[in-house]
Nanobody, 123 residues
Framework: VQLVESGGGSVQAGGSLRLSCSAS????????MGWFRQPPGKEREGVAT???????HYADSVKGRFTISKDNAERDILLQMDNLKPEDTDMYFC??????????????????WGQGTQVTVSS
């Protein structure tokens, strides 16, 4: 599965950005896709994920500010990021998993990754 991300950029705190990820190649009918980031000196963390049934999971740090959605027909996912904070600054990676992981926000279940898109939030 090939993943292509777009939509990163630079905004001031309180602003919004929307990330998109398009999946191509063979994909299973049951899957999970999501966004991950890796703050400096920390482990990669799940930001938001969504599965084939539309079930979503969010990191506590982004609940109420980020919204993940999908387009079944195109295997595209979107991440709407509102009220951005400087601590959201990071490279964001799109990921794909065949099936639905037992822990959707853990990165080990995802074998296909995009190249990443940079999000920078200034104070």
């Amino acid at each position: 599965v090939q993943l292509v991300e777009s939509g990163g950029g630079s905004v001031q705190a309180g602003g919004s950005l929307r990330l998109s990820c398009s999946a191509s190649g063979y994909t299973f009918s049951k899957y999970s896709m999501g966004w991950f980031r890796q703050p400096p000196g920390k482990e990669r963390e799940g930001v938001a994920t969504i599965d084939h049934d539309g079930n979503t999971h969010y990191a506590d740090s982004v609940k109420g500010r980020f919204t993940i959605s999908k387009d079944n027909a195109e295997r595209d996912i979107l991440l709407q990021m509102d009220n951005l904070k400087p601590e959201d600054t990071d490279m964001y990676f799109c990921a794909y998993s065949d099936g639905v992981p037992s822990s959707p926000l853990r990165d080990y279940a995802y074998l296909d990754w995009g190249q990443g898109t940079q999000v920078t939030v200034s104070s």
